[in-house]
């Protein structure tokens, strides 16, 4: 299916765990992007990479790291899981200098760390 | 540096009445401007999209006009439906051409009661 998928949608886990949520597109977008959405804060950047081997940090990237080995996935790992990370995990894409068109959006990953 | 800023939420309204989320915006240059809509339980989807000064975005029902004079693109529809109800983002892209992340609003949520 064409389109920006993420998977789990859900996960539960307990801090000091790590976890891995994935994000894979099939559109060749170049820029692809992972945000945390909580209740007061809205949408906020987490890490956002330009290419394959090409990341860089957002707003709040600690405790986090990502890696794009090729185009179409991004995944986002919690190194050690705090109760703090509990979100709403969004992956997004974007054509290359298409700033103008906006970001496609995943469905999201509801994760909870106890 | 670039920002949005939109009214706080949640706007309760009854179907069929008016609906306004006011969004402006600080940039410099001359920013792409967007809605986005995220639905109970989904990712966020691009709405509508205005890419200069005048230019009036549309689609399903919703209208939103970029005025620069007033930094503003506000968000109205003429007759909300039940199924209207969400969360409402503003963003804006700071250049036209060239990749630009997008900065988001903090989201409004929209509560339509039949």
């Known amino acids: 299916d064409a389109g920006i998928t993420q998977s789990p949608r859900y996960k539960i886990t307990e801090t000091g765990r790590q976890v891995t949520l994935m994000c894979h597109q099939t559109w060749s977008h170049s820029y692809m992007f992972w945000y945390r959405q909580d209740l007061g804060h809205g949408l906020r950047l987490i890490y956002y990479?330009?290419?394959?081997?090409?990341?860089d940090k957002g707003e709040v990237p600690d405790g986090y790291v990502v890696s794009r080995s090729k185009t179409e996935n991004f995944p986002l790992t919690l190194e050690s899981a705090t109760r703090s990370q509990t979100s709403v995990y969004f992956c997004?894409?974007?054509?290359?200098?298409?700033?103008?068109?906006?970001?496609?959006f995943g469905s999201g990953t509801r994760l909870t760390v106890v | 540096g670039n920002s949005v800023t939109q009214m706080e939420g949640p706007v309760t309204l009854s179907e069929e009445a008016f609906l306004t989320i006011n969004c402006t915006y600080t940039a410099t240059g001359y920013p792409s401007l967007f809605w986005y809509v995220q639905y109970p339980g989904e990712g966020l989807q691009l709405l509508l999209k205005a890419t200069k000064a005048d230019d009036k975005g549309s689609n399903k029902g919703f209208e939103a006009t970029y005025r620069k004079e007033t930094t503003s693109f506000h968000l109205e529809k003429g007759s909300v439906q039940v199924s209207d109800s969400a969360v409402y983002f503003c963003a804006l892209s700071p250049m036209n051409t060239g990749f630009q992340k997008l900065v988001f609003g903090t989201g409004t949520r929209l509560l339509v009661s039949p």
């Open positions: 997004a894409s974007s054509e290359l200098g298409q700033g103008s068109h906006g970001y496609t």
């Open positions: 990479s330009a290419a394959a081997d090409i990341t």
